[in-house]
Structure formats: structure tokens, C-alpha cells
């Protein structure tokens, strides 16, 4: 692939970094695959409302969806999502499942598959949320030779699942909120 993937996990207060973020990326953005903690029914809402505010296509995720520059996509609420490669892409399959860090879908899932998948060709990052989720996977994703974001203390409305990562040294760049698009962008090159 000519871009690397971008994985990024959120939760609480997710959507608010989400949307900072994303107001900073042009609409040819490297392909990103997402994990929001978030109830049934509203990764969808979430996705349409992305899709008409920002300037790339943002969609709730569906099994064989290709994970390619341009789009933004978001797994389903009640599901897992990873991503597996075929052939010269990738794409995105969802599944059920037992929780995993009390969640589903869990960023941890994800982020295993972007490490076993991808490689270094990647960037992890780990956003505002509670718990740990998503910790693991981005240790995993580092070890498999991945860039890897947690966003800092300051700017999280809660900071978990960054803070886990961090000191279980997942994070290569602990970042303020309004620094991490700009450090995505640089690091997808």
C-alpha cells in the first residue's frame, strides 16, 4: 500500500477528539479504521453525521468493506471489527464475539489485526477513554514496528486507556489533542 493504515481507539470523549482531529485532515487522508466505544445504533448516526461534515467518506463499518485512502471506517456498535489483507488490500471484517476489555467492539481486537496485518505499515493511535482497552494492541502494534499516539493527561476527558498504554510503553508520542492530526499525517508519509 502506498499509505499506511491509520487504527485509532477512543472512548469517553471520544467523539469530541474525534472531532478535532478530523477537522485537521484533507480529504485524501491515508485510510483509517476506528474503534469508538459507543451503544448500538449510534456508530451509525455517528459515521452519517462524520460523512456530511468532513471532507472524506466516513461509514459504519460492514464485513469485506476496503480499507483505502479517502475513507474513514467505524466499527459497528455490538461488533468486532479487524482488518485482514487480500491480496494486494485490505478489508475490514466484523464479527461477534465475546467482550473483550469489557467491550465490543474492543480496540484491542482491532489494533492485533492492524499489528499482524500491517506491520510497520501503520500508525496506532489511542485516544481520550476509560479503562484499558486498546493498550495491548498498540504495545503489539509498536513491537511489529508501528508508529504509536496516546494522547496526553491535559486534553483527555479521561485519561485511561492512553495512560495504560503509556505506561505499559505502547506510545511512542504522548501528544496534546490539537498536535495529533498533524503528527497522523506526518507519520502515515
Not at 469530541?16 to 485532515?25: D, Q, R
Amino acid at each position: 500500500m502506498a499509505q499506511k493504515v491509520i487504527a485509532i481507539g477512543a472512548s469517553t470523549g471520544g467523539v469530541e477528539a474525534l472531532e478535532v482531529i478530523f477537522s485537521k485532515f484533507p480529504a485524501n487522508i491515508p485510510p483509517v479504521v476506528l474503534v469508538l466505544h459507543m451503544p448500538s445504533g449510534f456508530t451509525q448516526i455517528l459515521a452519517a453525521r462524520f460523512d456530511l461534515k468532513f471532507p472524506f467518506t466516513v461509514k459504519e463499518a460492514r464485513n469485506g468493506d476496503e480499507v483505502k485512502p479517502g475513507h474513514v471506517i467505524i466499527g459497528q456498535a455490538g461488533q468486532h471489527m479487524r482488518i485482514v489483507k487480500k491480496g494486494l488490500r485490505y478489508v475490514v471484517e466484523t464479527f461477534a464475539g465475546p467482550k473483550v476489555q469489557w467491550s465490543i467492539p474492543s480496540v484491542d481486537v482491532l489494533f492485533e489485526s492492524v499489528a499482524e496485518q500491517c506491520k510497520g505499515e501503520a500508525v496506532g493511535v489511542i485516544l481520550t477513554g476509560m479503562g484499558g482497552d486498546g493498550a495491548r494492541g498498540l504495545l503489539k502494534m509498536r513491537e511489529a514496528g508501528a508508529a504509536t499516539i496516546g494522547q496526553d493527561e491535559k486534553t483527555c476527558t479521561i485519561y485511561g486507556m492512553p495512560k495504560v498504554a503509556m505506561d505499559m510503553g505502547a506510545v511512542t508520542h504522548q501528544l496534546p489533542l490539537d498536535k495529533i492530526a498533524s503528527n497522523i499525517l506526518t507519520l502515515a508519509k
